[in-house]
């Protein structure tokens, strides 16, 4: 095996981790920290929950609610300029993927100075970055874990990705009660989330056998306990997703991802559609693109989805990718490019596969795919 590193932050997991959140932080050496939320946190009361518990270890916090989904690149500057101003010391994110993507260009800011956008890319931050605790209110997005940061920039229309080690937060809290606030949606954006994250972190061209394992382990989870959850909110399945979006998250922060995240970041940047719409549209024909270069690890995946193994691997992996479909069907989401985008945006769609083709994840594909390749993936969708 070849040498590789796997980076994961302090992980905090289980049903009531929440409370822990004011220890994390005084070990951290917070005094006053910089709170990162949003209007959806505020309103589920988990926001208070958060101040009232570092409260009871005499914590002060300044309070920063300019975040919306798909955070832009002006708001992280605004909540830098905040945190700059007010002498915190510990920056803290609850939410999803966009609470915490803010808190992290935040972070940035903070110790390095500029523009988000000069951090565009991998490993261009230069300084350590102020200490991190990421409490994720979803099961998928995955930044809570992750070395990636993705934040939109309004000129350009695009999701940047920003990517490097220092963007791993000292400390992750998983509590897996928070879920039982979430509506259907949202627990089926995030689930759907994390498993195109591990399905790409699986078909990686720097996956080592450390990421592989927690790739299958996620698919398998979130195959098998999305559904019950979505119907019957049973804890049991919500655990299930929360470990499955763990697993995934550790997978793509250290294998990074390919073509159908590229696709998506470039799609919801232009028109500002979550990720969690795009992937049950793009992932499985990205997948079909794939095929041709990773029929083996297609076929793992499909033996997962399909539970069974078919005549050879070719056969598998294409019935795993029809399942795939059929589950995705069953959730009842958008499958259709077009149910998402307006018909006239279609003008738009060759500047996006060519904004896409300069997406860092697009150069961890297992193959390479040209601007060309992702506009047929584009109209094989609409």
């Not at 874990?145 to 229309?157: A, K």
Request: with cysteine; glycine share 8%.
């Amino acid at each position: 095996m070849e040498i590789t590193k796997f980076a994961v932050p302090e992980i905090i997991f289980g049903r009531g981790s929440l409370n822990y959140a004011g220890l994390c932080a005084r070990r951290l050496g917070a005094k006053k920290v910089f709170l990162v939320s949003d209007a959806g946190i505020e309103e589920a009361g988990w926001l208070q929950r958060l101040m009232n518990i570092l409260e009871k270890e005499g914590i002060e916090w300044v309070y920063y609610p300019g975040v919306t989904a798909n955070p832009r690149d002006f708001q992280v500057e605004q909540g830098a300029e905040l945190y700059r101003k007010n002498g915190t010391d510990v920056i803290i994110a609850i939410g999803g993927g966009s609470p915490i993507d803010t808190a992290k260009g935040i972070a940035i800011l903070a110790s390095n100075g500029g523009r988000i956008r000069d951090y565009e890319g991998a490993n261009k931050v230069q300084r350590a970055l102020p200490p991190m605790i990421c409490i994720t209110t979803t099961a998928g997005n995955g930044s809570d874990i992750s070395q990636f940061c993705i934040i939109t920039d309004v000129e350009r229309r695009v999701k940047m990705s920003i990517i490097t080690r220092t963007l791993i937060p000292n400390i992750s809290i998983v509590d897996p009660l928070i879920l039982r606030t979430k509506s259907k949606t949202l627990i089926i954006e995030s689930a759907v989330d994390a498993l195109a994250h591990a399905i790409e972190a699986y078909l990686s061209r720097i996956a080592s056998p450390f990421t592989e394992m927690h790739s299958l382990k996620a698919i398998e989870l979130i195959v098998g306990n999305l559904k019950d959850a979505v119907d019957t909110r049973s804890l049991d399945a919500l655990e299930q997703l929360s470990t499955a979006s763990v697993s995934a998250s550790m997978a793509f922060s250290n294998a990074s991802l390919g073509a159908e995240h590229a696709l998506a970041h470039s799609l919801g940047g232009h028109f500002d559609v979550s990720h969690g719409v795009l992937h049950p549209i793009l992932l499985t024909a990205v997948m079909r693109f794939n095929r041709k270069y990773a029929v083996q690890k297609m076929a793992d995946i499909g033996r997962i989805v399909l539970g069974e193994q078919l005549g050879s691997d070719l056969d598998t992996a294409q019935a795993g990718i029809e399942r795939l479909d059929q589950f995705f069907a069953g959730l009842e989401v958008s499958q259709r490019l077009r149910e998402v985008v307006e018909e006239e945006e279609w003008r738009y769609m060759e500047a996006i596969c060519k904004m896409a083709v300069r997406d860092a994840c697009n150069l961890t594909n297992p193959g390479p795919a040209t601007w060309r390749d992702f506009l047929k993936i584009c109209e094989e969708v609409w």
